[in-house]
């Protein structure tokens, strides 16, 4: 099942796209659990899983050069990502911090679930604001 969307204007004209639910890696463990609820979340809708890793590089190092090479995170979170039976794509982004690089690349209006712990204090975690300036650019969250 594709969604259906209709361009105002066209007279007939129907584009199909298929769903895309946005996982973004906020830690080991929150991302597997949000990568399974992403999982449910997409096989009910029929749409495939986006999982973005915004990997940090320091400043003294090069931003074509990490620590850690992109290929060998991109393996290790495929790796992650094979436990849900969903279609998935993997992106590992090179940045400097994850404030600048997510709203230039995300998709306007993006379905993204991130894995975020239950909230102990009364200040919001990383996740949680993370989720909030998200929403604030027009994005649906869904914290897991």
Request: glycine share 6%; proline share 6%; hydrophobic share 45%.
């Amino acid at each position: 099942m594709n969604n259906i969307v209709e361009r105002a204007g066209d007279t007939g004209a129907v584009a199909s796209a298929k769903l895309e639910v946005v996982v973004i890696h906020t830690g080991t463990k929150r991302t597997l659990a949000a990568l399974r609820a992403a999982g449910r979340l997409a096989r009910g809708l029929n749409a495939s899983l986006h999982l973005i890793v915004p990997h940090i590089v320091p400043y003294p190092a090069p931003l074509e050069q990490p620590p850690v090479r992109a290929s060998f995170m991109e393996r290790r979170f495929r790796t992650m990502a094979e436990e849900v039976a969903v279609d998935t794509k993997v992106d590992v982004w090179l940045c400097r911090d994850w404030e600048t690089i997510l709203p230039e690349r995300l998709k306007t209006s993006s379905v993204i679930v991130i894995g975020a712990g239950p909230r102990r204090w009364w200040w919001p975690s990383k996740e949680h604001r993370l989720a909030a300036a998200l929403e604030r650019q027009g994005h649906h969250v869904v914290l897991a």
